[in-house]
């Protein structure tokens, strides 16, 4: 039983984390770091934005946009990559963008 409730518990607090970041181990004395992604060197101290939307610096990164979870249902929503920015509008027309009511992230 105690299995059970441990089990329980770590299901909830494995969805009261953020996904949406991450961190990197630091090695002491370097100069530079490599992002991960696109296998770019940046100088310690310096921030940038990968090509997967993900806003870095030497420690890690966290996602650089914010995901709508919250939108009327005849909506859906279309990552644009170039822009790095979910677009939410109606499922028959694209011109038309819809109301966001919640997101997760950025």
């Not at 409730?5 to 991450?22: I, R, V």
């Not at 509008?89 to 919640?102: A, L, M, N, S, Y």
Request: charged share 20%; proline share 5%; glycine share 6%.
């Amino acid at each position: 039983m105690k299995y059970l409730a441990l089990a329980l518990l770590l299901c909830a607090l494995a969805s009261l984390s953020n996904a949406q970041c991450y961190r990197k181990p630091m090695t002491p004395g370097l100069t530079h770091c490599q992002d991960d992604v696109d296998k770019t060197w940046h100088e310690m101290g310096s921030s940038w934005r990968n090509s997967k939307c993900m806003d870095c610096d030497c420690d890690g990164c966290c996602a650089g946009y914010s995901t709508p979870r919250s939108f009327p249902d005849d909506c859906v929503s279309v990552f644009d990559s170039q822009a790095c920015q979910y677009i939410v509008h109606k499922r028959d027309d694209p011109t038309v963008h819809c109301q966001i009511f919640g997101s997760v992230g950025k």
